[in-house]
Protein backbone atom coordinates (compact mmCIF):
# COMPACT_ATOMS: atom_id res chain seq x y z
CA UNK A 1 0.00 0.00 0.00
CA UNK A 2 1.27 3.72 -0.89
CA UNK A 3 2.31 5.96 1.46
CA UNK A 4 -0.11 8.50 2.21
CA UNK A 5 1.06 11.79 3.42
CA UNK A 6 0.23 13.27 6.60
CA UNK A 7 0.18 9.79 8.22
CA UNK A 8 3.16 8.00 10.00
CA UNK A 9 4.65 5.36 7.82
CA UNK A 10 2.90 1.97 9.09
CA UNK A 11 6.15 -0.50 7.36
CA UNK A 12 10.10 0.26 6.93
CA UNK A 13 9.26 0.17 2.96
CA UNK A 14 6.53 3.05 3.81
CA UNK A 15 9.31 5.09 5.67
CA UNK A 16 11.30 4.39 2.33
CA UNK A 17 8.76 5.68 0.22
CA UNK A 18 8.02 8.78 2.40
CA UNK A 19 11.24 10.00 2.17
CA UNK A 20 11.90 9.33 -1.51
CA UNK A 21 8.88 11.38 -1.76
CA UNK A 22 10.65 14.50 -0.55
CA UNK A 23 13.96 13.79 -2.23
CA UNK A 24 15.44 12.02 0.73
CA UNK A 25 17.26 9.02 -0.38
CA UNK A 26 18.23 6.64 2.61
CA UNK A 27 19.34 3.50 2.96
CA UNK A 28 17.15 0.32 4.52
CA UNK A 29 18.87 0.84 7.66
CA UNK A 30 18.39 4.43 8.12
CA UNK A 31 14.24 3.86 7.22
CA UNK A 32 14.75 1.05 9.39
CA UNK A 33 15.74 2.85 12.80
CA UNK A 34 13.61 5.69 11.76
CA UNK A 35 10.73 3.90 11.24
CA UNK A 36 11.24 1.84 14.56
CA UNK A 37 11.72 5.54 16.20
CA UNK A 38 8.03 6.89 15.22
CA UNK A 39 6.68 3.14 15.94
CA UNK A 40 8.44 3.55 19.47
CA UNK A 41 8.03 7.40 20.19
CA UNK A 42 11.74 7.28 21.53
CA UNK A 43 14.27 9.81 20.30
CA UNK A 44 16.40 9.27 17.54
CA UNK A 45 20.16 10.03 17.99
CA UNK A 46 22.08 10.75 14.36
CA UNK A 47 25.67 11.03 14.03
CA UNK A 48 28.13 11.88 11.15
CA UNK A 49 30.05 14.09 9.60
CA UNK A 50 28.74 17.48 8.60
CA UNK A 51 27.19 17.90 5.73
CA UNK A 52 25.85 14.01 5.51
CA UNK A 53 21.81 14.84 5.48
CA UNK A 54 21.16 14.78 9.94
CA UNK A 55 19.60 18.19 9.99
CA UNK A 56 17.40 17.64 6.52
CA UNK A 57 15.59 14.22 7.94
CA UNK A 58 14.04 16.29 10.22
CA UNK A 59 13.20 19.04 7.69
CA UNK A 60 12.06 16.24 5.84
CA UNK A 61 10.17 14.18 8.37
CA UNK A 62 8.14 17.35 9.20
CA UNK A 63 7.34 18.25 5.97
CA UNK A 64 6.14 14.96 4.74
CA UNK A 65 3.90 14.36 8.15
CA UNK A 66 2.66 17.93 8.36
CA UNK A 67 4.05 18.86 11.31
CA UNK A 68 5.44 22.10 12.85
CA UNK A 69 9.44 21.58 12.61
CA UNK A 70 10.70 23.32 15.92
CA UNK A 71 14.32 24.00 15.83
CA UNK A 72 16.80 24.02 18.39
CA UNK A 73 20.41 25.40 16.92
CA UNK A 74 23.13 24.05 20.22
CA UNK A 75 26.16 26.00 20.82
CA UNK A 76 28.30 26.46 23.63
CA UNK A 77 27.18 28.59 26.26
CA UNK A 78 23.59 27.63 25.54
CA UNK A 79 21.29 28.21 28.78
CA UNK A 80 17.85 27.93 29.58
CA UNK A 81 16.87 31.42 28.90
CA UNK A 82 17.56 30.68 25.30
CA UNK A 83 16.75 26.95 25.18
CA UNK A 84 13.65 26.73 27.42
CA UNK A 85 11.68 30.26 27.97
CA UNK A 86 12.21 33.67 29.66
CA UNK A 87 10.50 36.14 31.20
CA UNK A 88 9.68 39.54 28.87
CA UNK A 89 10.67 41.60 31.50
CA UNK A 90 10.34 45.09 30.06
CA UNK A 91 6.25 44.37 28.89
CA UNK A 92 6.64 43.25 32.80
CA UNK A 93 8.26 46.41 33.93
CA UNK A 94 5.47 48.19 31.68
CA UNK A 95 2.66 46.27 33.25
CA UNK A 96 3.66 47.23 36.89
CA UNK A 97 4.16 51.01 35.95
CA UNK A 98 0.20 50.84 34.42
CA UNK A 99 -0.99 49.56 37.09
CA UNK A 100 0.52 51.74 39.70
CA UNK A 101 -0.43 54.77 37.51
CA UNK A 102 -3.99 53.39 37.94
CA UNK A 103 -3.96 52.91 41.71
CA UNK A 104 -4.00 49.34 41.48
CA UNK A 105 -2.27 48.18 45.16
CA UNK A 106 -3.00 44.52 45.14
CA UNK A 107 0.86 43.21 45.12
CA UNK A 108 -0.04 39.52 44.82
CA UNK A 109 -2.80 40.39 42.00
CA UNK A 110 -0.06 42.10 39.80
CA UNK A 111 2.06 39.44 40.46
CA UNK A 112 -0.15 36.92 39.22
CA UNK A 113 -0.93 38.96 35.92
CA UNK A 114 2.78 39.90 35.11
CA UNK A 115 3.87 36.16 35.42
CA UNK A 116 0.94 34.70 33.72
CA UNK A 117 1.31 33.00 30.35
CA UNK A 118 1.03 36.03 28.31
CA UNK A 119 4.38 37.17 29.51
CA UNK A 120 6.39 34.48 28.90
CA UNK A 121 8.69 33.51 25.80
CA UNK A 122 8.46 30.32 24.77
CA UNK A 123 11.72 29.25 23.79
CA UNK A 124 12.17 25.81 21.73
CA UNK A 125 11.97 23.00 24.05
CA UNK A 126 9.07 24.71 25.82
CA UNK A 127 6.98 24.84 22.05
CA UNK A 128 8.25 21.17 21.35
CA UNK A 129 6.33 20.52 24.87
CA UNK A 130 3.69 22.85 24.52
CA UNK A 131 2.56 22.50 20.65
CA UNK A 132 -1.22 22.44 19.90
CA UNK A 133 -2.19 20.59 17.12
CA UNK A 134 -0.18 17.44 16.88
CA UNK A 135 3.41 16.54 18.36
CA UNK A 136 5.58 18.93 16.36
CA UNK A 137 9.09 17.45 14.89
CA UNK A 138 11.68 18.73 17.84
CA UNK A 139 15.44 19.30 16.36
CA UNK A 140 18.16 19.29 18.63
CA UNK A 141 20.31 20.24 16.04
CA UNK A 142 24.43 19.86 16.48
CA UNK A 143 24.15 18.50 20.42
CA UNK A 144 27.68 18.26 20.63
CA UNK A 145 28.44 21.97 20.42
CA UNK A 146 26.88 22.89 24.12
CA UNK A 147 27.95 21.60 27.59
CA UNK A 148 27.83 18.56 29.60
CA UNK A 149 25.62 20.67 32.47
CA UNK A 150 22.89 21.58 29.23
CA UNK A 151 23.13 17.98 28.28
CA UNK A 152 22.18 16.74 31.72
CA UNK A 153 19.40 19.46 31.46
CA UNK A 154 17.79 18.29 28.14
CA UNK A 155 18.23 14.24 29.49
CA UNK A 156 15.65 15.27 32.31
CA UNK A 157 13.61 16.75 29.16
CA UNK A 158 13.46 13.61 27.52
CA UNK A 159 13.07 11.67 30.68
CA UNK A 160 9.37 12.90 31.03
CA UNK A 161 8.79 15.70 28.16
CA UNK A 162 7.85 18.40 30.84
CA UNK A 163 9.42 21.26 32.69
CA UNK A 164 8.96 23.23 35.34
CA UNK A 165 8.52 26.94 35.22
CA UNK A 166 8.56 28.02 39.45
CA UNK A 167 6.01 31.07 38.80
CA UNK A 168 3.77 28.84 36.49
CA UNK A 169 4.29 24.97 37.11
CA UNK A 170 4.91 22.14 35.40
CA UNK A 171 4.08 21.79 31.80
CA UNK A 172 4.13 18.46 30.19
CA UNK A 173 3.60 17.87 26.71
CA UNK A 174 -0.15 16.28 26.17
CA UNK A 175 1.80 14.27 23.31
CA UNK A 176 5.71 13.48 23.40
CA UNK A 177 6.81 15.58 20.18
CA UNK A 178 9.34 13.41 17.90
CA UNK A 179 12.65 13.81 19.00
CA UNK A 180 15.70 13.96 16.35
CA UNK A 181 18.91 14.88 17.64
CA UNK A 182 22.14 15.61 15.47
CA UNK A 183 25.88 15.72 16.38
CA UNK A 184 28.73 15.90 14.61
CA UNK A 185 30.87 14.18 16.93
CA UNK A 186 33.48 17.06 18.24
CA UNK A 187 33.04 15.66 21.07
CA UNK A 188 31.33 12.45 22.83
CA UNK A 189 27.69 12.60 24.25
CA UNK A 190 26.90 10.90 27.35
CA UNK A 191 25.72 7.54 27.40
CA UNK A 192 22.90 8.46 29.38
CA UNK A 193 21.63 10.33 26.99
CA UNK A 194 22.74 7.99 23.93
CA UNK A 195 20.69 5.13 26.12
CA UNK A 196 16.88 7.13 25.90
CA UNK A 197 17.58 7.20 22.08
CA UNK A 198 17.51 5.06 19.20
CA UNK A 199 20.82 5.36 17.17
CA UNK A 200 22.22 5.79 13.58
CA UNK A 201 25.60 6.53 12.27
CA UNK A 202 24.85 8.76 8.77
CA UNK A 203 27.58 8.17 6.58
CA UNK A 204 28.67 9.94 3.49
CA UNK A 205 26.33 8.21 0.58
CA UNK A 206 27.66 6.12 -2.05
CA UNK A 207 28.50 6.84 -5.73
CA UNK A 208 24.92 5.70 -6.89
CA UNK A 209 22.99 6.56 -4.03
CA UNK A 210 24.52 10.66 -4.59
CA UNK A 211 24.01 10.34 -8.20
CA UNK A 212 20.68 10.23 -7.87
CA UNK A 213 20.49 12.76 -5.22
CA UNK A 214 22.22 15.16 -8.05
CA UNK A 215 19.74 14.14 -10.88
CA UNK A 216 16.60 15.10 -8.00
CA UNK A 217 17.96 18.03 -6.55
CA UNK A 218 19.62 19.93 -10.08
CA UNK A 219 17.68 17.92 -12.81
CA UNK A 220 19.60 21.16 -15.08
CA UNK A 221 23.03 19.07 -14.79
CA UNK A 222 23.41 16.99 -17.65
CA UNK A 223 24.40 13.11 -17.12
CA UNK A 224 28.30 13.56 -18.47
CA UNK A 225 28.45 16.48 -15.63
CA UNK A 226 26.69 14.38 -13.01
CA UNK A 227 28.82 11.52 -13.06
CA UNK A 228 32.17 13.47 -12.67
CA UNK A 229 30.93 15.18 -10.18
CA UNK A 230 30.32 12.53 -8.38
CA UNK A 231 33.22 10.71 -9.14
CA UNK A 232 35.36 13.12 -8.24
CA UNK A 233 33.64 14.12 -4.59
CA UNK A 234 33.91 10.25 -4.18
CA UNK A 235 37.88 10.31 -4.91
CA UNK A 236 38.27 13.36 -2.73
CA UNK A 237 36.59 11.83 0.51
CA UNK A 238 39.45 9.30 0.15
CA UNK A 239 41.95 12.09 0.64
CA UNK A 240 43.00 13.43 4.44
CA UNK A 241 41.61 16.57 3.98
CA UNK A 242 40.77 18.84 6.55
CA UNK A 243 37.14 18.55 5.51
CA UNK A 244 35.87 16.47 3.40
CA UNK A 245 33.08 17.57 1.22
CA UNK A 246 29.25 17.06 2.52
CA UNK A 247 26.16 15.88 -0.24
CA UNK A 248 25.41 19.48 0.36
CA UNK A 249 28.31 20.74 -1.17
CA UNK A 250 28.28 18.08 -3.64
CA UNK A 251 24.68 19.45 -4.99
CA UNK A 252 26.33 23.24 -4.49
CA UNK A 253 29.20 22.05 -6.99
CA UNK A 254 27.04 20.66 -9.75
CA UNK A 255 24.47 23.93 -9.41
CA UNK A 256 26.93 25.64 -9.83
CA UNK A 257 28.58 24.25 -12.81
CA UNK A 258 25.31 24.16 -14.54
CA UNK A 259 24.65 28.07 -13.89
CA UNK A 260 28.30 28.36 -15.60
CA UNK A 261 26.44 26.33 -18.49
CA UNK A 262 29.32 23.14 -18.04
CA UNK A 263 28.66 20.22 -19.60
CA UNK A 264 32.15 18.68 -18.55
CA UNK A 265 34.58 18.98 -16.64
CA UNK A 266 38.42 20.50 -17.14
CA UNK A 267 40.84 21.29 -14.96
CA UNK A 268 40.37 24.94 -14.86
CA UNK A 269 36.83 25.10 -14.54
CA UNK A 270 37.49 22.82 -11.48
CA UNK A 271 40.12 25.64 -10.25
CA UNK A 272 37.62 28.37 -10.34
CA UNK A 273 35.09 26.40 -8.77
CA UNK A 274 36.63 24.64 -5.97
CA UNK A 275 35.21 27.40 -3.47
CA UNK A 276 31.63 26.04 -3.98
CA UNK A 277 32.78 22.08 -2.78
CA UNK A 278 35.91 22.60 -0.18
CA UNK A 279 35.92 25.45 2.67
CA UNK A 280 39.37 24.98 4.04
CA UNK A 281 42.73 26.81 2.13
CA UNK A 282 44.50 24.23 2.49
CA UNK A 283 42.79 21.48 1.19
CA UNK A 284 42.18 24.02 -1.71
CA UNK A 285 45.82 24.51 -1.87
CA UNK A 286 46.32 20.70 -2.22
CA UNK A 287 44.04 19.95 -4.66
CA UNK A 288 44.17 23.28 -6.62
CA UNK A 289 47.63 22.09 -7.77
CA UNK A 290 48.89 18.80 -9.72
CA UNK A 291 46.88 16.71 -7.17
CA UNK A 292 43.79 18.33 -8.53
CA UNK A 293 44.83 17.50 -12.35
CA UNK A 294 45.41 13.93 -11.61
CA UNK A 295 42.32 13.16 -9.56
CA UNK A 296 40.39 14.58 -12.55
CA UNK A 297 42.46 12.26 -15.05
CA UNK A 298 41.82 9.01 -13.11
CA UNK A 299 38.17 10.32 -13.01
CA UNK A 300 38.06 10.40 -16.48
CA UNK A 301 39.83 7.60 -16.80
CA UNK A 302 37.53 5.03 -14.56
CA UNK A 303 34.53 6.45 -16.27
CA UNK A 304 35.60 5.77 -20.07
CA UNK A 305 36.48 2.29 -18.45
CA UNK A 306 32.73 1.65 -17.31
CA UNK A 307 31.27 2.39 -20.30
Known amino acids: MAYQTGTLPRSIDETLEMLAGRDYLAGRSLATVLFLALKMKRPLFLEGEAGVGKTEIAKVLAAALGRRLIRLQCYEGLDVASAVYEWNYPAQMLEI ?110 AGQELEIIRRKVPGCNETLSRQVVAYVQRLRTLDLFKNPGVAETIDWATALTELDRLALDPETVSDTLGTLLKYQDDIARIDGGEGRKLLDDVKADLRAAV
Open 97 to 206: RLSEAAGLTDRDRIEADIFSDRYLIRRPVLQALSSEGGAPVFLIDELDRTDEAFEAFLLEVLSDYQVTVPELGTIKAAEPPIVIITTNRTREVHDALKRRCLYHWVDYPK
